[in-house]
């Protein structure tokens, strides 16, 4: 049978939006890390290899809750720099959506998290020698966004190394980063000869021990997060009537149908919407 309808209907309609979120005061910051050079994150460039993982909770990420299919696109963050060499690092970034809101403790030892499948691997070079006494940001925008869901809390993972030990800065040129004061939601790993990643497939892991120059209870720095979310709309589509002398019937995707065979679904036919069961 035939029941005609309005010729307008209500359909669904998706938009992708762009933003950003930042944790502390990204665009004027005034604190740098408080402790010493293993207490900073993401990385020092005093020494070869550095590992850091950042806890960022749904607290400091309150503004993506209410937004629908959240992506993670890039992350940012700054340091100062106070060095006159180029540093040349390996990165790469681990993301994971956790309930995680702080690191465990076994035997009064922290304990690191798991990590695998890195979103991004790139070589950078900091040209330090250009910035020197100046603000830098350092950047990654992933090759392929990371689907964070609603309510959860985001772990990064950030391991920088270079190609020997030589390629670091000295004496107390840290190029040291500036924190948000958020303390405990980070922790950092430092060798001058092992990648974290080499030292997460040993037996001495997830342990966080003095020995390697761990920094337990690192502020997380002051970082800025794209990210991308799709924005639900309802609204309202005119759907273009054929002519009366027309008597045509065409479905959704302007296909044409003869009346004498028309399989079961939603039809316009003479500038009116038509169900057929």
């Not at 944790?23 to 590992?51: I, R």
């Not at 004496?171 to 997460?200: H, L």
Request: glycine residues 6%; proline residues 4%.
């Amino acid at each position: 049978m035939l029941l005609a309808v309005l010729a307008t209907f209500t359909v669904a309609v998706q938009a992708q939006t762009a933003g950003t979120i930042t944790v502390g005061d990204y665009d004027a910051p005034t604190e740098l890390y408080n402790g010493s050079y293993f207490d900073m994150a993401p990385t020092n460039f005093y020494l070869a290899h550095t590992g850091a993982q950042l806890i960022y909770t749904a607290d400091e990420l309150a503004d993506l809750q209410d937004k629908h299919e959240v992506k993670i696109t890039s992350l940012a963050f700054k340091f100062y720099s106070e060095s006159f060499e180029d540093i040349i690092r390996d990165v790469k970034i681990y993301l994971e959506a956790t309930d995680a809101t702080e690191f465990a403790v076994v035997k009064e030892v922290k304990q690191f998290f798991p990590f695998e499948n890195p979103v991004m691997e790139v070589e950078q070079t900091y040209e330090m020698l250009n910035y020197y006494g100046e603000d830098m940001d350092v950047e990654f925008t992933l090759p392929e966004p990371f689907a964070l869901a609603s309510g959860k809390n985001l772990l990064v993972t950030i391991v920088f190394d270079a190609q020997d030990d030589d390629n670091c800065t000295m004496g107390s040129d840290y190029a040291p980063f500036y924190t948000s004061g958020i303390r405990n939601k980070g922790m950092v790993y430092t060798d001058n000869w092992t990648s974290f990643v080499d030292f997460a497939q040993g037996e001495d892991f997830p342990d966080a021990t003095a020995m390697l120059g761990c920094g337990t209870n690192v502020e997380l720095p002051v970082t800025k997060i794209g990210y991308t979310y799709n924005e639900n709309a309802t609204g309202i589509e005119e759907i273009e009537a054929a002519t009366a002398s027309d008597n045509a019937y065409y479905n959704l995707m302007g296909q044409k149908f003869s009346a004498d065979n028309l399989p079961a679904g939603i039809y316009i036919h003479n500038g009116r919407k038509v169900l057929v069961k």
